[in-house]
């Protein structure tokens, strides 16, 4: 029986791990996982930045708003084909509920890449809350929702006065 173990034991020789093998090792695996052609992006939320709005000041009932603001996403699925999809939450500090818009599709669909833009979002004649007000102030904030369910962070708009 001990002659066996010998004879195993040097048949087969331990393996010496020097540390240009680990790097050669290393080096090969880089450039495997480098020959890949499909680019997954990690799957982000988007970013938004609001820019500015304008007029600041608007008459009820009669002036278009225009609400610039910046965006960024980084695998570029803003929009959709879809004009039931809700893209854009715009909501008027003084309601409840969001003014919501439907986007088309900033990239192809089969596109993963980032994106940076700015987008100028007219918005319909505002008004007047109330009875016997002369004048409102409000602001918008405003959230965008990718395809894939994201939504970015909430931006928040320069106080706008409405007034009769």
């Not at 900033?106 to 890449?113: A, G, N, V």
Request: with cysteine; proline share 8%.
């Amino acid at each position: 029986m001990e002659k066996y173990r010998k004879f195993v034991l040097s048949t087969y020789p331990r393996p010496t791990v020097t540390i240009g093998r680990c790097i050669l090792l290393f080096a090969i695996g880089i450039w495997w996982g480098a020959c890949t052609d499909d680019l997954v992006l990690p799957n982000r939320a988007p970013v938004v930045q609001i820019v500015g709005i304008s007029p600041d000041t608007a008459m009820a009932w009669q002036d278009t708003l225009t609400l610039s603001f910046k965006y960024q996403d980084d695998n570029g699925d803003l929009g959709s084909p879809d004009p039931n999809r809700i893209a854009i939450e715009l909501t008027d500090s003084r309601l409840p509920t969001p003014d919501t818009y439907a986007l088309a599709p900033l990239l192809p669909l089969d596109s993963i890449k980032a994106i940076t833009g700015t987008i100028h979002l007219k918005i319909k004649p505002t008004f007047i809350l109330g009875n016997q007000i002369q004048q409102q102030s409000y602001r918008y904030s405003l959230v965008l929702i990718d395809r894939a369910g994201n939504r970015s962070n909430t931006a928040l708009s320069p106080t706008v006065t409405v007034v009769e």
